[in-house]
């Protein structure tokens, strides 16, 4: 476990949960070991309230994008913490490498499928490589529905769905094997939009 990450979410968690109130459903879904988490992407602040959904021990690890390390102080904080960079648009072995391990360790992975934020469905389709960290680790895919754009005081309910294992032909996935396990668990992530926690 790591005590950096413990401490940052026992300090932070009281003020998510304060400005941004949120029902968590469907923890139990996650599986004991290592699970590769899906989530849409419409705010900045999904890595944070879906951070906090978890338990303080769920070996959480989340894949980020490098510009966000290139920012004095806060690149250093947020590799203490577990987080780890990725180079958006481009083939980026050393971040896939980090995840593969990562996964092969037992670690929850957090990633965004889409690769960036989106304000709806549609706009942008999922990528490749997060079928390819599932299927080489051969690691359940949970498919993460997150609210929409999150607003002070406005309520949010983070759903977990339930695990999605692609199934490939051959011992290694195809190109079209990749991208069909990469739409499939992005559909799985907005049919979960319905959920409503508050009910």
Request: overall charge positive; some cysteine; charged content about 25%.
């Amino acid at each position: 476990m790591n005590r950096f990450y413990r401490v940052v979410y026992t300090i932070i968690a009281p003020f998510i949960r304060f400005f941004f109130p949120r029902r968590v459903v469907g923890l139990e879904n996650l599986p004991e070991g290592g699970a590769l988490l899906c989530a849409n992407h419409a705010s900045g602040w999904d890595p944070f309230v879906i951070a906090i959904a978890l338990p303080v021990d769920s070996r959480l690890t989340i894949m980020a994008k490098d510009s966000l390390f290139r920012i004095p102080v806060v690149g250093f904080l947020l590799r203490k913490a577990g987080i780890f960079p990725v180079k958006r648009g481009e083939s980026d072995l050393a971040a896939m490498k980090t995840a593969i391990r990562a996964l092969n360790d037992g670690n929850r992975l957090l990633v965004f499928p889409e690769g960036t934020r989106v304000d709806a469905q549609g706009e942008t389709e999922a990528k490749g490589g997060v079928a390819v960290m599932a299927i080489r680790t051969r690691t359940p895919m949970i498919p993460v529905y997150c609210g929409p754009k999150h607003k002070l005081f406005r309520r949010t309910t983070v759903v977990f769905g339930e695990p999605y294992t692609p199934v490939t032909a051959g011992r290694r996935a195809t190109a079209e094997e990749n991208r069909q396990a990469a739409e499939e668990i992005l559909r799985r992530i907005y049919a979960l939009s319905g959920v409503d926690g508050w009910k």
